[in-house]
Nanobody, 115 residues
């Protein structure tokens, strides 16, 4: 079973930036559409950004123009560059497959944006 490890979260002031990383075990990473999700307290998990095997991307309207998803297939790693962060971006961020069936969810990485 693929394991996912997310890192790079932290506490940042509004307007700041963070870069999240997600390392996936296994050898099929390059053939899988990947995505970043987030879950804020008391809210359901939501899709933030996705990147497909052809390099195409899409984003939630709330992060469009501020976040950039990318991947390095040689490193089995997906990234989420987050700029101009807002307090409403505060959440635990997870990576996983874009489409079900999902891998087992990792621990996620906490992003906290202060106003």
């Amino acid at each position: 079973q693929v394991q996912l490890v997310e890192t790079g979260g932290g506490l940042v002031q509004a307007g700041g930036s963070l870069r999240l990383s997600c390392v996936a075990s296994g050898s099929a990473f390059s053939m899988i559409a990947m995505a970043w999700y987030r879950q804020a307290p008391g809210k359901p998990r939501e899709l933030v950004a996705a990147i497909f095997t052809n390099g195409g991307t899409n984003y939630a309207d709330s992060v469009k123009g501020r976040f950039t998803i990318s991947r390095d297939n040689a490193k089995n790693t997906a990234y989420l560059q987050m700029n101009r962060l807002k307090p409403e971006d505060t959440a635990v961020y997870y990576c996983n497959r874009r489409f079900e069936p999902w891998y087992n969810w990792g621990q996620g990485t906490q992003v906290t944006v202060s106003s």
